[in-house]
């Protein structure tokens, strides 16, 4: 068990809907990262944030958007679902900065199934 | 941009026999490079990693990855594999920068045979 906690861990919804995923971070992490997993396009990395703020972005469209609360958890929203959605998303949190040796904990992932 | 390759899609191997599982590395100065490890239906789980110091390097699971600099490679090593080692494995790099982000290779299936 990673720390991680990532819900729903499946969702199935339809083209043109929006979802948001959560994530709960390890008890102490101030950073949490979200990537998107799929067939072709491997592990991709989304977004992260670093204690509420924004970090770094990736490969994230427009349609998705992302935030981390006072609380350290985040949500990952996405919306105007296509097809090409579809895909494992994952969570990962790490350590403060400061401290911070690149080991990512990852949570068990949503996987998303938009029909 | 930091980034790292794995060459093969799957790699077969019989149960009790060596395993290597290719990684080669292109970054700017320094790198930090990982492996991690996704069994079927779970999330990613850290094997080991590489920041400074001796180039082999001892993780998880009996696993091992040696760092080589003039190759720059850094190859995920099992000395005997088990059925249990048949997952997908990432090689990652961690990016310079504030971000601290890893970037992934696109992984590779590994099976192990009885």
């Known amino acids: 068990d990673s720390g991680v906690t990532q819900t729903p861990k499946h969702l199935i919804t339809a083209t043109g809907q929006r979802v948001t995923l959560r994530c709960s971070p390890r008890?102490?992490?101030?950073?949490v990262y979200w990537y998107q997993q799929s067939l072709d396009q491997g592990l991709q990395f989304l977004i992260q944030y670093y204690n509420g703020e924004e970090r770094a972005k990736g490969n994230i469209l427009e349609r998705f958007s992302a935030q981390q609360f006072p609380d350290l958890h985040s949500e990952l929203n996405l919306s105007s679902l296509e097809l090409g959605d579809s895909a494992l998303y994952f969570c990962?949190?790490?350590?403060?900065?400061?401290?911070?040796?690149?080991?990512?904990?990852f949570g068990e992932g949503s996987r998303l199934t938009v029909l | 941009a930091q980034s790292v390759a794995q060459p093969e899609d799957q790699v077969n191997v019989a149960e009790g026999n060596p395993l290597t599982v290719k990684c080669t590395y292109s970054v700017s100065g320094n790198p930090y490079l990982f492996w991690y490890v996704q069994y079927p239906n779970r999330g990613l789980q850290f094997l080991l990693k590489?920041?400074?110091?001796?180039?082999l390097v001892k993780g998880s699971y009996g696993f091992e990855a040696e760092f080589n600099k003039s190759q720059t490679s850094f190859h995920l090593k099992k000395p005997s594999a088990l059925v249990s080692d048949s997952a997908l494995y990432f090689c990652a790099v961690r990016d310079i920068g504030a971000d601290y982000k890893l970037s992934f290779g696109a992984g590779t299936t590994v099976t192990v045979r009885a």
């Open positions: 590489y920041i400074t110091g001796d180039n």
């Open positions: 008890s102490g992490d101030l950073s």
């Open positions: 990962a949190s790490s350590a403060g900065l400061a401290e911070n040796t690149g080991e990512l904990f």
